[in-house]
């Protein structure tokens, strides 16, 4: 009975061959990965266009200039508007899109839509959080060399605040204006000022944008304002701000200008004053002897002619002032033609 319960060992399994691990090509992963990897071709025509992520970088020089100009002046009219030593610097003059750039902004910011009558179009500024903080707390009689001033989250921005970065608005504008008056005389109005970008889209999300980051440091306090330009804009500048000289096509220097004004007013002229003239044979003036008359044709009443050179200014009648013969203009200057 004792044999009869004896444990019993199982048997042992067959050996089980080992199986060779299948290589993994290229083929395999893309299939994988629902040819995920494999080259797409090529969007081409209107397609291409729009689904172009690539912004045309077109340097503007001039514009460059005219931002230059912006951060001297700009200095200049901050300091007598807070009184506080103030440093404006010029980042960058980049270009992008108009929906991304307006993306980027950091809110809670302000949008000051403004519009160029000349141009019969439209930009933007923007004046970042920092900065924005930074003006109030100047404006109001914040202590000077103090930490940057703490915003408080979600709180929308007071009428004081909005009136008080207006002003600033209002000068970097009138700045910009004054900046580009050699190369287009404009005219820049602030229309309104938004808090949200969706309120101050002056252009397409696809627009190709000029953009001028300006950095303003107020005595440990500051931060950022850009002015966003659309080349829609600058279009009927466009080809002045390709230029990279100021006088290079463009003509108009206001200080050249002034200083040739002044040096022309002190130009000595020589005026001729003509009775009459005329012609004669080389043979009959050879002929002329002392006592011989030359009749003229002109009656005493008759004007002279004042000459310079051989441009004809105007007409004089013959007279007489104290002792000296002088002469008295009949028009003015440059209204008769030769």
Known sequence: MTDAFAEIDPPEPPPVAPQETAAIDQSDIDALFDDIGAPQPASSGVRALVES????QERLPMLEVVCDRVVR???TNMRHLTTDAIDVS????????????MNRVALPAMFGVFRIDEWDNYGVIVVEPNLIYSIVDALLGGRTGGSQPQRVEGRAFTTIETALVARMMERALADLAAAFEPVAPINIALERIEISPRFASIAGPSNVTATCAFRVEMEGRGGKFLIFLPHTTLEPVKDKLFQRF???KLGRDTLWEAHMERELRKTEIRLDAVLASREFPLGTVRALAVGDTLPLGVGADTPLALYHGKVRLGLAQLGQRNVAIAVRLLN????ITP
């Not at 992520?53 to 045309?56: K, M």
């Open 90 to 101: 010029l980042e960058e003059v980049s270009s992008g899109r108009f929906g991304e750039l």
């Open 246 to 248: 100021m006088g290079e």
């Open 332 to 335: 003015d200057i440059g209204t």
């Open 53 to 56: 992520t690539v912004v045309n």
């Open 73 to 75: 002046s700009f200095a």
